[in-house]
Antibody, heavy 121, light 106 residues
């Protein structure tokens, strides 16, 4: 069955960096675009970034563009989110999610359990 | 950027009630709209895609409708397991979510 497992969350000071990982199994990872979505405590969902199935195309929300980098290693079935220059407002649970079909015009059908990132001094 | 606005923000209902949640887009999105259910401490679950298509395994009491800028999610007969927060999402150019509708038991 499809599984997405995030890791790498934790507490970090403002201005520092953190890298999240999302290990995928149960499907052909290299055939699917992948997303990161975050949810601040008690708040709604915010789309963060998208990467194409081959890693060549990447898109970001305005709130993270220039600070966050999405990447993937299809040989390891793993998705990454490198977060630099972290701000207090980046505090959230970060989810990786799979597109339902191969197209970007697709909702997210499988989600990981989430990784909590807390940015605090 | 396309903004998604849900109403109401909170909805109280009884088991067995029929409820409807509305989602409006700030510009037309055709039918590139999905609905998700989220329970506390859990990841969202896809219910509806392409505005009205039911995801596999989702009970038939859930239905979606609409196109363009106005969409609805209807639960025909509320079950205890349905009390959760619901989000709409557009996915036609970038992606954004509505602010959520919390469905509470009355």
């Amino acid at each position: 069955q499809v599984q997405l497992v995030e890791s790498g969350g934790g507490v970090v000071q403002p201005g520092r960096s953190l890298r999240l990982s999302c290990a995928a199994s149960g499907f052909t990872f290299s055939s699917y675009a992948m997303h990161w979505v975050r949810q601040a405590p008690g708040k709604g969902l915010e789309w963060v970034a998208l990467i194409s199935y081959d890693g060549y195309n990447k898109y970001y929300a305005d709130s993270v563009r220039g600070r966050f980098t999405i990447s993937r290693d299809n040989s390891k079935n793993t998705l990454y989110l490198q977060m630099n220059s972290l701000r207090v407002e980046d505090t959230a649970v970060y989810y990786c999610a799979r597109v339902r079909t191969g197209s970007y015009l697709s909702p997210f059908d499988f989600w990981g359990q989430g990784a909590l990132v807390t940015v605090s001094s | 950027d396309i903004q998604m606005t849900q109403s109401p923000s909170t909805l109280s209902a009884f088991v067995g009630d029929r409820v409807t949640i509305t989602c409006r887009a700030s510009q037309t999105i055709s039918d590139w709209l999905a609905w998700y259910q989220q329970k506390p401490g859990k990841a969202p679950k896809l219910l509806i895609y392409k505005a009205s298509s039911l995801e596999s395994g989702v009970p038939s009491r859930f239905s979606g409708s609409g196109s363009g800028t106005e969409f609805t999610l209807t639960i025909s007969s509320l079950q205890p397991d349905d009390f959760a927060t619901y989000y709409c999402q557009h996915y036609n150019s970038y992606y954004s979510f509505g602010q959520g509708t919390k469905l509470e038991i009355k």
